[in-house]
């Protein structure tokens, strides 16, 4: 079994930035790809980004590249991912998740854990 809890969400003005953590306790972290998603009202759960076991990997949705940025330290068993240049469309519950693949997949259905998620609001 593997843990996670999120935080760091909250409510931020168009063009500011919040940066979410991921706490993960259980097995041993650097053994799981990590992801982030996020889910608006009415909509599915969507993939935002996702880091290699290792971190030296990395890939983002279109609507994330060059604004958000995954990052992990295995020593703190914590994953990671700022967000800047917010937009309301990016108002969202956001989650992470862990993936035994190697390099993490963009898959929700691939994740075998995840945590109870946590809001991100952007007022315009």
């Known amino acids: 079994q593997v843990q996670l809890v999120e935080s760091g969400g909250g409510l931020v003005q168009a063009g500011g930035s919040l940066r979410l953590s991921c706490a993960a306790s259980g097995r041993t972290f650097s053994n799981y790809a990590m992801g982030w998603f996020r889910q608006a009202p009415g909509k599915e759960r969507s993939f935002v980004a996702k880091?290699?076991?290792?971190?030296?990997?990395?890939s983002y949705a279109d609507s994330a590249k060059g604004r958000f940025t995954i990052s992990r330290d295995n020593t703190k068993n914590t994953v990671y991912l700022q967000m800047n240049s917010l937009k309301p469309e990016d108002t969202a519950v956001y989650y992470c998740a862990a993936d035994d693949s190697v390099s993490g997949r963009t898959s929700a259905g691939a994740y075998e854990y995840w945590g109870q998620g946590t809001q991100v609001t952007v007022s315009a």
């Open positions: 880091i290699s076991r290792s971190g030296s990997s990395t």
